[in-house]
Structures are given as structure tokens and as C-alpha cells.
């Protein structure tokens, strides 16, 4: 059973910043595509960026500059730096690995930017 657990997230004031992490049971190098995505009330689930096995990068219009993924093949880990958070990035955020033709998705963290 292939296991997604995120980690990282919670309130945060506007500015500020949080890491989000994404512990894999599997080894992540061979994984064609890992990345972020998030889920506001009352809308669709989008992606917020994703980074390919040979750690090409794929980021959403609204966080370009602001977030950062990356990868540690070594721990098996996926990482979503946020910075300069906004009140709109306030949503559940879930780790994503599409190893076509299966795809897995972890449980989801909160993240909440308010003051």
C-alpha cells in the first residue's frame, strides 16, 4: 500500500511562510511526476506545482515566485516552500504521485492564512 503523509501546515499570518512536507512509502526517483495541489471551500481541487523525475518544475500562475518544490530522493521526500502567503492560498494542500498508469494522494494538511 503506497502511503502519502503530509505534514507542515497550519495558520499562518499574511506574509508569512510555512513548509510543507510529503513523506512517500515509495522511493520517489523512479515516480515520473511529484507534486502539490489544494482544495478551497467551495472549489476545485488545482495543482500548485509539480516537479518531475529529472526535477523539471511546473508552478501555478498565482504562486510563481512566492512557492518553491523540490525533492530529496535520498529521504523520499517532497517539499513545498511557501512564502509571502496570501489569505486566497488558504485551502487543504495534498501530495500528488502520478506513476502512470496509478496515481496516489495523500490525506491532505491544512493551511490557513489569516491575522
Known amino acids: 500500500q503506497v502511503q502519502l503523509v503530509e505534514s507542515g501546515g497550519g495558520l499562518v499570518q499574511p506574509g508569512g511562510s510555512l513548509r510543507l512536507s510529503c513523506a512517500a512509502s515509495i522511493r520517489i526517483d523512479v515516480i515520473y511526476n511529484m507534486g502539490w495541489f489544494r482544495q478551497a471551500p467551495g472549489k476545485q481541487r488545482e495543482l500548485v506545482a509539480a516537479v518531475t523525475y529529472t526535477d523539471m518544475t511546473n508552478y501555478a500562475d498565482s504562486v510563481k515566485g512566492r512557492f518553491t518544490i523540490s525533492r530529496d530522493n535520498a529521504k523520499n521526500t517532497v517539499y513545498l516552500q511557501m512564502n509571502s502567503l496570501k489569505p486566497e492560498d488558504t485551502a487543504v494542500y495534498y501530495c500528488?504521485?502520478?506513476?502512470?498508469?496509478?496515481?496516489?494522494w495523500g490525506q491532505g494538511t491544512q493551511v490557513t492564512v489569516s491575522s
Open positions: 500528488h504521485a502520478d506513476d502512470p498508469p496509478y496515481e496516489y
